[in-house]
T-cell receptor, first 116, second 112 residues
Framework: DTGVSQNPRHKITKRGQNVTFRCDPI?????LYWYRQTLGQGPEFLTY????????KSRLLSDRFSAERPKGSFSTLEIQRTEQGDSAMYLC??????????????FGPGTRLTVL | DQQVKQNSPSLSVQEGRISILNCDYT??????FLWYKKYPAEGPTFLIS?????DKNEDGRFTVFLNKSAKHLSLHIVPSQPGDSAVYFC???????????FGKGTSLLVTP
């Protein structure tokens, strides 16, 4: 049984460059979430997919951010024209269904982004 | 606005004693609550959860208590072990969406 995986684990980029992160959820999970965590804060919700449909987006997800889950399996999060304020840990989580114990979200190890 | 609050940034407990971590929330629409444990440079690991229809849930050394009228929950770890040293996050979700709302975390240090 493999958990949620994320690649790369670390990314250093220069301001203005584009970056893309990948998340592979737990295989039978149909729900996938992206969060961002900065120092001293808890994870903050960015967006949510049910299968391939993006159903919810936070106002934190500016127009420079785009997320996809084309076949309802893995997902990508792209940040265009990165800014120093984008430096954070980007976390992916997955779950099987909402309600009761099924709403439990399982997190990957995260991708640490540093924008120079 | 912070809808989930963990007012103690840190807690230090001796090995073998009880650790009590507290969490308060403001949104009465939250109906599911979770605790996660996080080590540095890793993602949060799910520990235990509780639905709003219950007031207590136990799993081994971990017990979560929910007081809906006070909008308060707590995580009890008994007995505490040095390997429990980590940052603990309280999270909540509600009927209005699927996002988890997290507190800022409490750093627990269990000393031998």
């Amino acid at each position: 049984d493999t958990g949620v995986s994320q690649n790369p684990r670390h990314k250093i980029t220069k301001r203005g460059q584009n970056v893309t992160f990948r998340c592979d959820p737990i295989s039978e999970h149909n729900r996938l979430y992206w969060y961002r965590q900065t120092l001293g804060q808890g994870p903050e919700f960015l967006t949510y997919f049910q299968n391939e449909a993006q159903l919810e987006k936070s106002r934190l997800l500016s127009d420079r951010f785009s997320a996809e889950r084309p076949k309802g399996s893995f997902s990508t999060l792209e940040i265009q024209r990165t800014e120093q304020g984008d430096s954070a840990m980007y976390l992916c989580a997955s779950s099987l269904r909402r309600g009761g114990p099924g709403n439990t979200q399982y997190f990957g190890p995260g991708t640490r982004l540093t924008v120079l | 606005d912070q809808q989930v609050k963990q007012n103690s940034p840190s807690l230090s407990v001796q090995e073998g004693r009880i650790s009590i971590l507290n969490c308060d929330y403001t949104n009465s629409m939250f109906d599911y609550f979770l605790w996660y444990k996080k080590y540095p440079a890793e993602g949060p690991t799910f520990l235990i959860s509780i639905s709003s229809i219950k007031d207590k849930n136990e799993d081994g050394r971990f017990t979560v208590f929910l007081n809906k009228s006070a909008k308060h929950l707590s995580l009890h770890i008994v007995p505490s072990q040095p390997g429990d040293s980590a940052v603990y996050f309280c999270a909540a979700s509600g009927t209005s969406g699927y996002a988890l709302n997290f507190g800022k975390g409490t750093s627990l240090l269990v000393t031998p």
